[in-house]
């Protein structure tokens, strides 16, 4: 074997991770010898959107909030159909000093905000009341153990024994764009560089709003559903896995990814039009991992024009129809539709190992349809708007039928597996390849780590077991054929680096099945999970039932191939953590819930071992220091002004004396960082017309030294812009610190000068 060489940057990172290491188990260190219990804050409450310029009262989480003090309105009981409630609520948390989740990639900090990011509820229940399921879609990578858990306590202490772990879903959208810090276990925690507190409450506090939204708001409907293809927005980025599979199989469809479509239509017995749910197969990554604005994606972009389509007059995150692009088969599916290609010469790198021959694996990026990946997400994401509407418009299908629930919480460590009807296998302690560590066409990890690896590197195993410590012998067979990088299964300190024990849950709607999936399912994965799940309810009498495969739910455990991609271990088959026969337990353990479902007997089913809730978590790295200004200057001061004038499809952008952003998800005094308002001669006032949840808009925060920092504002001129005077708005807060008092946060506001938009 030829003696391994490094190049400068190799070793340069090399040494970059030893140090990482080595801070980190210090700290870690440190932690468990004086840390206390973190403590949820208070939910601090909100106090609405600025005065829009219209009049009807909008979708504000403080104006339809339930509580046990407010009666809900009697539900009316003879009729056919569901009772339906939507809700929306924000739930963005930190834009700034915080991670972006999604990519793991080491300086990906959240810098700004393009979009805010929103928890979208459904609450869907019987005539008569007794039975109903909760589906709640959110902005956010994929939703952690730690957040599913609390969300579920603070409804039973709200509402007893009406929403429950087993008729409650909590799905991820799966944006790569949102802020990290609200997990439990120790490799995501380490990802998210601390727990953060301020952002797992304003997560918990949003999803708990959207719910109560909706609760409140539930009148009589009916639900139609429409399936169809979305064309032109996905490739799969594994083909070579995905060619793994039976031939026989892969001969039964058309595309090695899933185009299809489900739209659930949800229109109340008025007529008024409530909402849709729609499940989709896409990763969320059309920003890529060079990206410091907190935003929603692709999907987000869809939900975002459906919702402005038909709540017009409101502004962006307001109003009453509430449309939700969920997660669904996504593991394998790009939407960085021009392929892999070498970023430094330009050729395909479309091969078993995205590997360039001039520069590697870290030189091949896919890329999608735009200019730039904001007008991939624009693009891809208004494609898949448009494929929506038409189904949503021609949904004529109505679900009908009794509304079920089933849950199990499962040790998936410890699941034997029934191959044929005398062999049996097991599933694995969790554990991550090397391959794992490489990424992939949609974000590469910069290390000399490539896709398809199946042996081990003697550099990297000193490494690790000078660090972490060596994987067991068991460990190291149950995962062949993967090379074993990070045993995580067998590393407790401070807490468990994975989770074992993981939530299975379906819920039906008459004939429609939801199935959530705690991780990320490649699309014949997708598939097979489906196919048995239909085929246990039909050998039960429930024939012809529609299963939607929702993904990121209720907790994350990386990626689910199938047996035969697990053998060619790239990136998607080195994050299947509990081994080669994860798909074939997950399968055992759905059809479980689908007969217990169908025999009415999920009454007699065992709720599972109930997984663990961690006090002692690692705080985050970034402390919380005062904020200051210039000499001279106050914060929300105009450090570069407007320009007199702009056309429409110019940019207008202003500077302002600014403080940490991340203070505003501690006190909610403002629930937008800008707006930009149009002044009226007839009202002799001015109207806003934009906010930051509107994407138009941008909002940079630029970090100085000693707590100083400027805050710059976009705002990207459509052509829909009517001519006339307008200005720009700036709302933030900053830290105030005296010595020996607790800091407290300050609420500010900026002003631009007036400026003219102009047509011509």
């Not at 409650?168 to 560089?193: D, R």
């Not at 994407?695 to 052509?719: C, D, M, V």
Request: hydrophobic share 35%; glycine share 8%.
């Amino acid at each position: 074997m030829a003696k391994r060489t490094f190049s400068m940057l190799e070793t340069f990172l090399i040494f970059l991770l030893v140090m990482m290491t080595a801070i980190t188990v210090a700290l870690l260190s440190l932690l468990f010898i004086t840390s206390g219990t973190i403590e949820n804050h208070k939910d601090s409450g909100s106090h609405g959107f600025l005065t829009t310029q219209h009049t009807q009262a909008s979708q504000s989480p403080t104006a339809t909030q339930a509580s046990p003090a407010t009666p809900v309105p009697p539900l009316l009981q003879n009729f056919s159909g569901y009772h339906i409630g939507v809700g929306r609520a924000d739930c963005t948390g930190q834009v700034s000093d915080i991670n972006l989740m999604g990519f793991g990639k080491a300086g990906q900090n959240a810098q700004g905000l393009l979009t805010r990011l929103y928890s979208r509820a459904f609450v869907l229940a019987e005539p008569d009341g007794s039975n109903r399921v909760v589906f709640v879609s959110i902005e956010i990578g994929m939703v952690s153990q730690r957040l599913r858990l609390e969300v579920v306590n603070r409804l039973k202490s709200k509402y007893g024994s009406l929403y429950r772990r087993d008729n409650v879903i909590l799905s991820g959208t799966h944006t790569h764009s949102a802020p990290a810090g609200f997990f439990q276990y120790t490799l995501f925690v380490l990802a998210s560089e601390g727990f953060s507190n301020r952002t797992f409450e304003c997560i918990v506090s949003g999803i708990i709003k959207s719910i109560d939204i909706a609760h409140q708001n539930m009148k009589p409907g009916k639900i139609f559903i429409n399936k169809g293809n979305v064309i032109g927005v996905q490739i799969n980025r594994s083909p070579t896995s995905y060619l793994r599979n039976p031939q026989s199989e892969r001969a039964r469809y058309s595309s090695n990814t899933e185009r299809e479509m489900v739209v659930l239509k949800m229109v109340a017995l008025d007529g008024a039009e409530l909402g849709l749910i729609s499940w989709f197969a896409v990763h969320p990554v059309s920003m890529n991992n060079t990206n410091h604005l907190v935003n929603s994606d692709n999907v987000g972009y869809t939900s975002y024009l459906f919702e402005q389509e038909k709540n017009r007059g409101y502004l962006p995150g307001q109003g009453p129809f509430v449309a939700a692009v969920a997660s669904s088969i996504l593991g394998d599916v790009s939407p960085n539709i021009l392929g892999p290609h070498c970023i430094n010469t330009g050729e395909s790198c479309d091969n078993a190992n995205n590997t360039c021959p001039i520069g590697g694996p870290i030189m091949c990026m896919a890329m999608g349809p735009g200019q730039d990946m904001l007008d991939s997400t624009q693009i891809i994401g208004r494609t898949i708007y448009q494929r929506a509407k038409e189904l949503y418009a021609s949904a004529s299908q109505e679900v009908t039928g009794p509304v079920a629930s089933a849950h199990q919480w499962v040790n998936m460590t410890d699941v034997t597996v029934w191959l044929n009807s005398t062999h049996t296998a097991k599933t694995c302690k969790p554990a991550l390849g090397y391959s794992f560590a490489a990424g992939t066409i949609d974000g590469v990890s910069g290390l000399s780590f490539m896709q398809g690896t199946t042996e081990t590197d003697p550099f990297w195993e000193s490494l690790r077991d000078q660090l972490l410590g060596r994987p067991s012998y068991e460990i190291k067979e149950c995962h062949k054929p993967k090379p074993v990088l990070l045993h995580t299964g067998e590393m407790t300190r401070p807490h468990l680096w994975h989770p074992e024990i993981v939530d299975v849950q379906i819920i039906t709607l008459g004939s429609l099945a939801i199935a959530a999936v705690p991780g990320e399912l490649t699309t014949m994965s997708g598939r097979r999970l489906r196919e048995a799940i239909q085929a246990e309810f039909a050998s039960y009498g429930m024939k012809d039932m529609t299963v939607a495969i929702s993904g990121l739910c209720n907790v994350y455990t990386h990626y689910i191939t199938t047996y035969e991609e697990y053998q060619a271990q790239r990136y998607e088959a080195a994050s299947t953590i509990y081994g080669p026969h994860t798909l074939s337990a997950y399968i055992q353990l759905f059809r479980t819930l689908a007969k217990a479902i169908a025999t009415d007997t999920v009454a007699n089913m065992s709720s599972g071992p109930e997984p663990p809730i961690f006090k002692q978590l690692i705080p985050p790295l970034i402390p919380n220091i005062a904020d200051s200004t210039p000499i001279g200057r106050n914060f929300g001061d105009v450090l570069e002004p407007v320009k007199p004038e702009y056309r429409v499809g110019e940019v207008a952008e202003v500077t302002f004396v600014g403080a940490n952003p991340k203070n505003s998800a501690e006190n909610q005094t403002h629930e937008t960082f800008l707006t930009v308002e149009k002044y009226e001669d007839t009202s002799a006032a001015w109207h806003i017309m934009y906010n930051d949840a509107s994407w138009e808009t941008r909002f940079y925060w630029h970090k100085g030294l000693l707590g100083q920092s400027n805050a710059t504002i976009e705002w990207h001129i459509p052509e829909t812009a009517q001519p006339g005077l307008y200005r720009i708005r700036y709302f933030g807060h900053n830290r105030k610190q005296e010595i020996l008092k607790p800091a407290v946060i300050l609420s500010f506001e900026g002003t631009s000068s007036a400026f003219e938009v102009v047509t011509t």
